[in-house]
């Protein structure tokens, strides 16, 4: 089964950016999708961000316009570009590997001061 370790969360003022990588293990990452999500505090989570295999990316309307998600498969590695972050950025975030075992990353916190 596929490992994922996210890494680069951090606390960052409101306008700041950062950027979220989710490293995998494994030969496999190439063949499938990734998805970012986040989860606030007693909330749901929710669906931040998706990148298919070939590239193609779809956005929650929240995040559209200031994160971009991207891969890089020889490095096995999707990232998450964070920029114009405000307080209601704030969550835990997960890299997802739609792969048959649904892999999910272990979280990184996203803490956005106002």
Same mark, same amino acid.
């Given at each position: 089964?596929?490992?994922?370790?996210?890494?680069? #969360?951090?606390?960052?003022?409101? +306008? +700041?950016?950062?950027?979220?990588?989710?490293?995998?293990? +494994?030969?496999?990452?190439?063949? =499938? $999708?990734?998805?970012?999500?986040?989860?606030?505090?007693?909330?749901?989570?929710?669906?931040?961000?998706? @990148?298919?295999?070939?590239?193609?990316?779809?956005?929650?309307?929240?995040? !559209? $316009?200031?994160?971009? @998600?991207?891969?890089?498969?020889? !490095?096995? &590695?999707?990232?998450?570009?964070?920029?114009?972050? !405000?307080?209601?950025?704030?969550?835990?975030? =997960?890299?997802?590997? =739609?792969?048959? =075992?649904?892999?999910? $990353?272990? #979280?990184?916190?996203? &803490?956005?001061?106002?």
């Amino acid at each position: 089964q596929v490992q994922l370790v996210e890494s680069g #969360g951090g606390l960052v003022q409101a +306008g +700041g950016s950062l950027r979220l990588s989710c490293a995998a293990s +494994g030969s496999t990452f190439r063949l =499938y $999708g990734m998805g970012w999500y986040r989860q606030a505090p007693e909330k749901e989570r929710e669906l931040v961000a998706i @990148i298919s295999q070939g590239g193609s990316t779809n956005y929650a309307d929240s995040v !559209k $316009g200031r994160f971009t @998600i991207s891969r890089d498969n020889a !490095k096995n &590695t999707v990232y998450l570009q964070m920029s114009s972050l !405000k307080p209601e950025d704030t969550a835990v975030y =997960y890299c997802r590997l =739609y792969d048959p =075992y649904d892999s999910w $990353g272990q #979280g990184t916190q996203v &803490t956005v001061s106002s």
